[in-house]
């Protein structure tokens, strides 16, 4: 049995997607699971239903990677001084489940796809410094919450070698990350993106809110080649759900309490689709296009957000319930872009069943 590193989704079947829109039909979902509802990257290194060891982009994986499957490591991210940040981060080679039974031979950041969410605060100088796990491919990282010049400091990181970068955020916001070399293309796809978070402690968003949680989006291509790729034709979407909590990501579950403001981080990170993303059974009351606080819309639907954009969007939850969070454009919400808010009177998950008495 092969090794599955971080999981990149939070699945659904066809079923609840195909009734995600209808309100009346909203139960709680009292057997839910908690590593569903952590986040898509809950760790399945244990799981049993991968022996078949298929993996959709079987052709295309260099002789190389063949043998790889890096697990997961965190982001290390010191503070050196009030504005200066030390963030180093790996490239590797990593198996990723992007579905119920589909297994991909990924590039990544850190073991993850998407990558490990990175936090700064506004005016700090970034010292990035990216180990290049990979053998045989160039890496690079281009942030796109900094100004800089990407021949300089969006230069490629050669196999089994190191390089560091500095540069400076400057916008408050929530931004994508991925892999600059090229082709880029080919490097987004096979999985090396992520989300970089600027906050300005100083002036933070205005609402005070009681959950908050960053959820990325992605896409995933079978057959993992060019040509797919080029004509912008997913086979997978994945959600990725990650709590944030004073500060930090951590893995819990995806869960609010009736009256709950909640605050979500989304970003875009899929190389080619829009996104319409939306909370089934509310209205967002405060909206900041790529979470920046000018940008600010009130009482939307749905946002339609571009390939590498992002906003931040806030809500709050009036009765219990299962909230389904996910693009609004169907094709992409039945290929896997769709998540589960589960809402209770106390916030917390139902208790599980006993094995034992069943």
């Known amino acids: ?27 709680l979902e009292k057997n839910a699971k908690k590593t569903p ?19 959709v982009n079987e052709n295309t994986i260099l002789p190389t990677q063949k043998n790889m499957n890096e697990k997961a490591t965190p982001v290390k991210i010191k503070r050196i001084g009030k504005h200066e940040v030390n963030v180093t981060m790996t490239s590797t080679v990593t198996d990723v489940q992007v579905a119920p039974d589909v297994l991909y031979k990924a590039w990544t950041f850190n073991g993850e796809a998407p990558g490990p969410v990175v936090i700064v605060n506004k005016g700090d100088t970034i010292n ?27 230069a490629d990181v050669k196999p089994n070698d190191k390089g560091t970068f500095t ?13 600059g070399t090229a082709p880029v293309m080919m490097h987004i796809a096979n999985g ?11 002036n933070p968003y205005p609402n005070k809110v009681d959950k908050e949680y960053v959820v990325v989006n992605n896409e995933w ?33 995806f869960v609010a ?59 709050t939850v009036v009765e219990e319930g299962t909230y389904s969070v996910l693009s609004h454009q169907f094709d992409q919400a039945m290929k896997g872009s769709i998540a589960k808010l589960i809402v209770t009177k106390d916030g917390k ?10």
Do not use: W
């Open 128 to 154: 990035f410094t990216l180990e290049n796990h990979d053998p045989t491919v160039n890496h690079s990282m281009d942030f796109h919450a900094v100004h800089t010049s990407p021949t300089k400091n969006f």
């Open 349 to 358: 998950l139902p208790a599980q069943p006993d094995a034992a008495k069943h």
């Open 221 to 253: 291509f079978d057959s993992g080649n060019a040509e797919d790729m080029k004509n912008g034709n997913p086979s997978h979407y994945t959600m990725n759900v990650r709590e944030l909590a004073n500060g930090k990501v951590g893995d819990t579950p």
């Open 1 to 27: 049995m092969k090794k599955v590193g971080k999981v990149a989704t939070v699945m659904m079947t066809s079923m609840l997607v195909l009734s995600a829109c209808n309100t009346t039909n909203l139960k």
């Open 257 to 315: 309490k009736v009256g709950d403001k909640v605050r979500l981080y989304f970003e875009n990170v899929g190389m080619s689709q829009p996104v319409s993303f939306h909370v089934v059974g509310t209205v967002f009351d405060d909206v900041y296009l790529d979470g920046n606080p000018y940008n600010h819309l009130k009482g939307m639907q749905s946002v339609m957000i571009p390939a590498s954009g992002g906003a931040v969007v806030e809500f």
């Open 37 to 55: 509802q952590v986040s898509a990257s809950a760790n399945h290194d244990t799981m049993e239903n991968m022996s078949h060891g298929k993996y």
């Open 192 to 202: 090396m993106v992520g989300t970089i978070i600027v906050k300005d402690n100083a």
């Open 167 to 179: 540069y400076k955020a400057s916008n408050v916001g929530v931004f994508m990350y991925h892999c």
